[in-house]
């Protein structure tokens, strides 16, 4: 017996008929050639989040990121209102333009312009080449001709978009849909309290990235979060969200309140450091006001509402809670089967040591529950490698799932019909 | 020379080894500790957590003794070892130890 009500199709799965209800083969995630093909569709063609205004708050501030998928590194940089993307590669001889001690390994700062390391080019912020080496000892050079080459760059919300493609098929707000520009009020440029994770993983981006889609797993992977004497019930209880949306290749899941409200719990049944803390796995028991919450936040208007995590395709989540936080998940494959995966949590900035020890718990316990997801899913590539099985029956709550593979295949497709296509 | 601030004279057995500034640091520590050192530190603490944070909070976050900033630092190795006393019994999540999940960055202090 469901415990929220489905849409009149009888599943969230049979609402969207467009995904099926068949099991998924998962050759997807342990294909080189099909990752390849990942490559070319998808991460030279779609936007993909690199980043946060607020990491560049001032003209000259920059970063560089690494893109193994797109096989390249860019540098992002703030030149007065303007943010802009270039290929870090200098134009004089290929050297990667902007990197520290590890050329292999990105790097931040602040600079007035950028200068080569190898033979001393210069590149102003807009890109323009405004300084060759030793310019006479060259053949008819026109720096005009040298400036450093550009990704488009679009910002939504405060996050950073890039886009590989030569001219994209989208802009960046049509790519996004109305789903996803519902939550461009919510006040994430006020949340600069940030804890920043990164890891490699050894298993396939997709399936790194369908962990973060479904909370099937949570009360059996992550029971263990909760006080003992919770856990046989929490696993029993299993998982239902009231509310899911699909969108393109995007995709929503909301959680009810009612499971996140721990300082309501009776006292037994929650961890003494918790107690000690007020907060826990679920953020900080005191919420943050925000003020008035943008209606697309929860556009299942679910009651009491805990969580919504928005599933940008094709590499990037942010998760935004009742407590009044955002956490956001990044995938990038570096490989068929190894990927790195970035964790950010994100608050108001603390006004009170004990704001700061609320969040310390949150961010803890965010290490906590990741840890056991980045062990589970290399045991899952493991499982799915060894090609025993090749039929994986999903279920209702795995739906995102469901749309995410079918949306990687589709833009493969896509591509590998139309290669300069549009996106629809 | 007293890390803590007078009032917490009872926590100063614990200072040197568990006031420490970064979650790298207090990750290691963790990893690198008994259950049962952990669990001393986690009884000792408990008790009067309520109280050190509320000393900690009489200070604006940017301008905080070094006294109380390490007392602060004591509580988040509080934090961190809870989940080994409370849950795990054992220095990491079970099924863990094949990954990392290194903070690259945190606000200070």
Redesign the interface.
């Known amino acids: 017996m469901a415990r929220y009500p489905k849409p009149a199709a009888g599943s969230w799965t049979e609402h969207y008929p467009q995904l099926g209800t068949g099991p998924l083969s998962y050759e997807d995630s342990i294909s080189p050639e099909w990752y390849q093909h990942e490559r070319e569709a998808i991460f030279k063609r779609a936007w993909l989040q690199v980043g946060r205004l607020e990491q560049i708050p001032r003209t000259g501030r920059y970063f560089t990121k690494d893109i193994a998928a797109a096989n390249t590194s860019i540098v992002v940089v703030r030149d007065g209102d303007d943010v802009r993307a270039f290929h870090n590669v200098c134009r004089h001889r290929g050297n990667k333009l902007v990197w520290q001690d590890f050329p292999n390994e990105d790097t931040s700062g602040t600079v007035r312009q950028f200068t080569c390391k190898y033979h001393g080019w210069r590149y102003g912020l807009d890109g323009a080449c405004v300084f060759a080496q030793q310019e006479g000892e060259f053949f008819n050079l026109d720096k005009a001709d040298y400036g450093l080459v550009p990704v488009h760059c679009e910002v939504f919300a405060g996050f950073i978009f890039v886009n590989f493609s030569e001219q994209p098929a989208q802009s960046l707000r049509e790519f996004l849909g109305p789903m996803l520009l519902g939550v461009e009020d919510y006040p994430f440029g006020q949340m600069t309290d940030r804890y920043a994770f990164r890891v490699e993983c050894r298993s396939n981006w997709k399936v790194f990235s369908d962990a973060f889609m479904e909370f099937y797993h949570a009360p059996v992977v992550h029971v263990g979060q909760h006080p003992s004497q919770l856990r046989a019930a929490i696993t029993q209880m299993g998982y239902e969200a009231p509310h899911y949306q699909v969108e393109g290749p995007h995709g929503l899941v909301t959680t009810a309140g009612s499971l996140h409200r721990v300082w309501d719990m009776p006292k037994e049944n929650v961890k003494p450091a918790d107690l000690a803390t007020r907060s826990g796995l679920f953020g900080p028991w005191d919420k943050s006001d925000l003020g008035e919450l943008p209606p697309g936040i929860n556009p299942g208007k679910i009651d009491p509402w805990g969580l919504s995590s928005f599933q940008f395709f094709p590499n990037f989540a942010i998760l935004i809670w009742e407590a009044g936080w955002y956490n956001t998940h990044q995938f990038w494959p570096t490989s068929h089967n190894t990927l790195v995966f970035e964790g950010n949590v994100y608050s108001l900035p603390a006004e009170s040591a004990s704001e700061r020890v609320g969040r310390e718990m949150a961010a803890v316990s965010f290490k906590e529950y990741s840890l056991q997801d980045a062990n589970t899913l290399e045991a899952t590539q493991l499982g799915l490698e060894s090609g025993v099985i090749d039929q994986f029956p999903l279920n209702d709550q795995e739906v995102l799932v469901r749309n995410f593979h079918k949306a990687t295949a589709d833009w493969v497709h896509e591509y590998q019909r139309e290669p300069a296509g549009v996106r629809a | 020379m007293a890390l803590l601030p007078s009032d917490f004279a009872d926590f100063e057995q614990f200072a040197a080894r568990w006031s420490l500034a970064t ?1 790298r640091e207090r990750w290691a520590e963790r990893m690198s500790s008994s259950i049962d050192d952990m669990q001393a530190f986690y009884d000792a603490i ?1 008790p009067e ?2 109280e050190a ?2 000393y ?2 009489k ?1 604006p ?1 940017d301008d ?1 003794p070094e006294d ?1 900033v390490n007392l ?1 630092r004591l ?2 190795s ?3 070892v ?2 080994a006393v ?3 019994r054992q220095q ?16 200070l ?1």
Request: aromatic content about 16%; charged content about 20%; hydrophobic content about 50%.
């Open positions: 979650e408990i957590v309520g944070i509320a900690c909070d200070f976050l905080m109380a602060l509580i988040y509080f934090v961190m809870s989940f409370e849950l795990w990491s999540p079970p099924d863990t130890l094949g990954t990392q999940f290194e903070r690259i960055s945190e606000p202090p």
